[in-house]
């Protein structure tokens, strides 16, 4: 099911017939079952497509959160610098707190000039949609 709002770009399934879902990304760690509310300055990791795949970048929050019109919508964003890739949208951003990883959101778009990679955060995503994390 994809839903596009006003105040969010996310897209989930609907998953059927006995499917299983995990929490692992990458080398099999858990992305985490909390969330994390991003500060200017903080470091998250995004993985998507690049070089090799998966492609792991990290970098720090430059806007925490603004309103930017995203493809013609009125979208809420946060900014930061990681490195981005046709393609990306759609993949989890989170931040190590030392001791385990804490979901941030989904990235969803790179400004055209290169300058800043946006990403929903994942707690407008579940108030919007009415989810939980498990």
Known sequence: MTRSLQSID????????GATVSN??????SHGTTLFAPVVGATVVRIGSGPSTPFI???????????????GQSVWVSSA?????????????FRNNGSANQVVGIHVASANDGSARHFSLASRINSVL????H
Do not use: H
């Open 10 to 17: 996310a897209a989930f399934v609907r998953l059927e017939g």
């Open 24 to 29: 692992t990304i990458g080398s099999g760690e």
């Open 57 to 71: 970048s990290s970098g720090r929050v430059t806007n925490a959160e603004r309103l930017i019109v995203l493809n």
């Open 81 to 93: 610098d990681y490195l981005g890739y046709r393609g990306d949208s759609g993949g989890i951003v």
């Open 130 to 133: 009415g989810l939980t994390m």
